[in-house]
Structures are given as structure tokens and as C-alpha cells.
């Protein structure tokens, strides 16, 4: 009798065994900055998801509103999933959108994942002929600013003819440069023009020919 209930406790102890394999938590954490002012992105709504293999469904696993040091974590069980996403959001800075691999995390350490983002800022292209002719060309191609974006306006050249009196927005990433490059065709006026954009609002360049 002995011997049997001896097997049956090593039966048990190998099946609590097996059942806590892979058992025991991940934890993410790291530091949220807002590069535009050098401090931490406070006041931001951050968002942590997991996606289960085979899925496209994002499901919760929790969220926070950054602190003055934009520092976050979140401790969660380890459960197989194909990735996380950290969404962070707040208004007028560019959204953040983050994927983290499950096959990238390691259990029993903190994982640490720092992100930035930027203030939004906008310039106006203010472009006005005061003399204007039918055969007025005026050419111009951005120099500097954010690309790559959907709202960025292109970095191909523009082309106006005959009259112009006009405004054109685009976005950039605040206290940063914003030029073109001008010409107006078959005349010997040409040059660049930049402003610097300001945070959270629009800065017109004034283009007057």
C-alpha cells in the first residue's frame, strides 16, 4: 500500500508540475518622453493590447495616464499570444504605435520599451503674385519638414501659373524647420525661404513675388 500511494503522490506532484509549466508573468515598462519639450509626456493616455495567435483582435490588457516623468508598467499574466501594442495618445502630439513580439519578451525580468513623440505644428505657405501675368510660373519644393506622413504635404515640386493668392497648410513637428526652395521660372528670382514652426500652432511663410 505503501508503495501505490507513494506513486500516486509522485503522479500528483508530476501533474501540478506540468500544469505550472510557462506559468508566471511578463512585465513592461519604460519611459513615454515628449522629445519637443525634453520631459516626460505627461498627461498622455497609454493603451497596452494583446493580440491572440491566429487573430487579429486586440483585447485590453490595461491602460494609464502618464505621469510628469511619462514612465509606465504593466505586469501581466504569460499566456501564448502572437504580439502586444502600446498605443499612446495625446492631443496635438503625434500618436505613438508600438508592436511587441511575444518571442521578444522574457519572463522573470522587467522588459524595458522607451518611446518619443513630438509636438504637432503646422505652417502656412502664403504665395501671392502681386503682378500677375498668364505666363507667371512659380516652381517650389520643400527643403525641410516632416514627410513621410499622412498629412505631410509633398516633397515633389509644385507648380503655379498666372495669378496666385493662395494658402497652403502643412503639418511639421514643432520648434523645427520648415524651408522650400523657390523659383520663378525664366527670371532670375529664386532663393529659400524657412521658418521655424511653432508648437501647437501654424507659422506663416510668406512667399511674395
Known sequence: MKSVAFCLLAL?????????KGAGDFTISGTITD????GGLSGATLELYQVPVGTQSMLLVGNVTLGADGKYSFT????????????????????????????SLDIGKVNTRNYFTKAKAWVELRLVNMNPIAQDHL???????????AECCPITNQD??????????CINNGNTPYSIYYLIMNTNNQGTKQVTTVPFDTTQLYLEY
Do not use: H, W
Not at 502600446?86 to 500618436?95: D, E, Q, R
Not at 516652381?139 to 506622413?149: A, D, F, S
Not at 503655379?160 to 497648410?169: K, N, Q, V
Open 139 to 149: 516652381r517650389y519644393i520643400k527643403q525641410e519638414g516632416l514627410q513621410g506622413c
Open 12 to 20: 500528483v506532484l508530476i501533474v501540478n508540475s506540468s500544469c505550472k
Open 35 to 38: 522629445s519637443t519639450f525634453s
Open 76 to 103: 501581466f499574466p504569460r499566456e501564448r499570444m502572437e504580439k502586444y501594442i502600446i498605443k499612446v495618445n495625446k492631443l496635438n502630439y503625434f500618436p505613438i504605435e508600438e508592436t511587441i513580439y511575444y518571442s
Open 160 to 169: 503655379f501659373f498666372g495669378a496666385l493668392d493662395t494658402s497652403i497648410f
